[in-house]
């Protein structure tokens, strides 16, 4: 957490667009990997949302959207700190000269 509170003033995160401009290694394939697994865990989440409320099933969609909720915030955070971190060390290869 300190790490990122220190860097994001400076530095963004990675996003699909710049994964192109890395070479494909394993730190690359990583961040692939679970900025998908993100995504789908929030299109999950928003599916959840825009289902009907029906009124006997309150209870299990609002437990549902919790646990959902909590894990998308979790793996953003995982995302977010692993990608500041390869980038604070240096260990991002580029298949472009920068």
């Given amino acids: 957490m300190e790490l990122r509170a220190r860097l994001l003033p400076r530095q963004g995160t990675l996003t699909s667009a710049a994964t192109r401009l890395t070479a494909q290694n394993n730190e690359t394939h990583i961040f692939e990997d679970n900025q998908a697994d993100l995504e789908h ?42 990608t500041l971190r390869l980038s604070f060390d240096n260990r991002w290869e580029y298949s472009i000269e920068i």
Avoid: C, F, W
Avoid at 58 to 75: E, W
């Fill in 41 to 82: 865990a929030v299109e999950g989440l928003s599916g959840m949302i825009e289902q009907p409320i029906e009124p006997d099933t309150i209870a299990q969609l609002r437990a549902d959207v919790t646990n959902k909720s909590a894990y998308v915030h979790k793996r953003h955070e995982v995302l977010l700190d692993d």
